[in-house]
């Protein structure tokens, strides 16, 4: 007979207490990123430069508030991943196991070899700090909780691994794409998730992105390297700012006979001769970023936590809370299938928008695209859009599609200004100018993609004005790649 309370826990208390170790963890985290981050942004201000962020962007970095939600995307990626895998080896420890000595000791094994894993590229703070507290606080709490109701593992686990099972029937190189496409940005409450996610990732990933993926980098020249002509003029245009203050710099340089040294905070060095570092920047730029970046190990579990810690998370909140509501309405020995038949439901009422649009993107074909330009399906539109876009067909041969512009939903708009990117009509370039000004962030940031793909100088003044008008760190990232692609520098 299972002994304990009366009613279910909300969420596995052990859970709760590695999210909040996560969550705890990734405040410091983001929140000392963003200070250097600004200190940098600063910097690059004060030498003549264009920092990304800019501006009321950049203000933003040290907002207490900027951490806290920026911080989210580690709980919820590899905080999430590491509770749950660590919950679930502790209860089977208890519960399958019979708290084999052996079992435990496999265990704290795989755990310490994660850990000296992380570390092999090069000691990680951060990572250390989620990959020892998040497991060690779980698993106190798991082993210290009392024994409560909890579900029976059929209950629990047959929708779980049902919905996985027609989830992976979607796994493909679109997948994330489908889901923001089909399933968010097609109601109110999806966008709301969408537009949180693109107001606060570029926090933490600022927190991990390796030299190379960052889009303006600090440098420190030091004395002897300071007076070497050209060497200046070639980081600047690589985006790399010499900055007065060494502690803000991502890159350290100098010149011991003869030889630059690249060399990063962490004390990874590069050696190259100056006069090849002139001739061929960007191999050097990248063999460096190689050499200094720790992180990648993170940066992998982070995704996997992301990719299977979060929905399995997010599954067991939806199944605790719904259990608990049912052990009242319906009575203990209903609430648990009923919490079943509701996950699967509702897991299937979200995968539906996903599997219906790409079924039909799959039943389009070429004939059917001026009928689904011009029709009222928004999913054939949407799907007419995306082909023309990855295809490279020319929009301007569907002139119905103007309707869009200002009419269709954002992720039209957002398709139509990527098909408006790979047009040589003049026409449709005063399209995209018009798009400029669209309310959602999505769609600019494609817009501004467009115009550097279709190569016109002419959207160098515009893209900058939207590059120093906007607070949004996104649009101003995807500004910034567009000048940089239209062949502006700094300094210019």
């Known amino acids: 007979m299972l002994k304990g309370p009366a009613k279910p826990s909300f969420f596995p208390l052990p859970l709760a207490a590695g999210l909040l170790a996560a969550q705890i963890i990734a405040f410091f985290h983001v929140r000392h990123s963003n200070l250097l981050t600004l200190e940098q942004m600063r910097q690059i201000t004060a030498a003549g430069y264009l920092p990304v962020p800019f501006g009321e962007a950049a203000a933003k970095l040290g907002h207490w508030g900027s951490a806290f939600w920026g911080g989210l995307f580690f709980t919820l990626s590899i905080g999430a991943g590491l509770a749950i895998a660590t919950w679930a080896t502790v209860n089977a420890w208890k519960n ?82 489908n889901i923001r496409d089909y399933l968010l940005l097609s109601n109110p409450a999806g966008r709301m998730i969408n537009d949180f996610y693109y107001n606060y990732t570029m926090y933490p990933a600022r927190s991990f992105k390796n030299f190379q993926q960052q889009t303006v980098r600090t440098c420190y020249l030091e004395n002897s390297a300071g007076g070497l002509a050209g060497l200046r003029r070639v980081l600047v245009g690589n985006d790399i700012i010499p900055i007065a ?28 001769l100056w006069q090849e570092f002139i001739r061929h920047p960007r191999k050097f730029i990248s063999k460096f970023s190689s050499a200094a970046d720790h992180l990648s190990r993170f940066r992998t579990v982070t995704f996997y936590g992301l990719l299977i810690g979060f929905p399995v998370m997010l599954y067991l909140t ?59 399906n928004w999913h054939l539109r949407l799907a007419a859009l995306r082909q023309i876009a990855d295809n490279r067909l020319e929009i301007s041969s569907f002139p119905r599609y103007r309707r869009l512009c200002k009419e269709g939903r954002i992720v039209e708009r957002y398709w139509l200004a990527k098909a408006l990117g790979v047009s040589r009509s003049p026409a449709t370039l005063q399209d995209l100018y018009r798009m400029l000004g669209d309310p959602h962030p999505n769609v600019v940031c494609q817009v501004l993609a467009a115009l550097a793909e279709r190569n016109d100088k002419a959207a160098l003044a515009p893209i900058m004005a939207k590059l120093t008008s906007t607070g949004h760190w996104y649009v101003q990232y995807y500004a910034y790649k567009a000048l940089r692609r239209l062949g502006w520098k700094q300094g210019e």
């Open 245 to 272: 203050g060494r502690d803000a710099a991502q890159m350290l340089i100098s010149l011991p006979d003869r030889q630059l040294w690249l060399t990063s905070p962490s004390g990874a060095r590069v050696v190259v």
């Open 96 to 177: 399958t196991f019979g708290r084999s000595r052996i079992f435990a000791l496999a265990a704290v094994t795989a755990w310490a070899a994660l850990v000296v894993w992380l570390n092999l590229g090069g000691f990680t703070g951060p990572g250390t700090l989620y990959a020892v507290l998040i497991p060690a606080v779980t698993a106190t709490a798991a082993i210290r909780q009392r024994a409560r109701i909890n579900p029976g593992l059929p209950w629990l686990l047959t929708p779980l691994v049902v919905l996985t099972g027609l989830w992976y029937s979607q796994m493909n190189s679109q997948l994330f794409i």
């Open 318 to 376: 939806v199944f605790n809370t719904v259990m608990r509501l049912m052990h009242g309405l319906a009575g203990r020995s209903r609430a648990q299938p009923l919490a079943a038949l509701f996950c699967l439901l509702l897991g299937c009422a979200l995968l539906w928008p996903v599997f219906t649009g790409t079924r039909a993107a799959g039943r389009l074909d070429g004939r059917q695209l001026a009928s689904a330009i011009a029709g009222d």
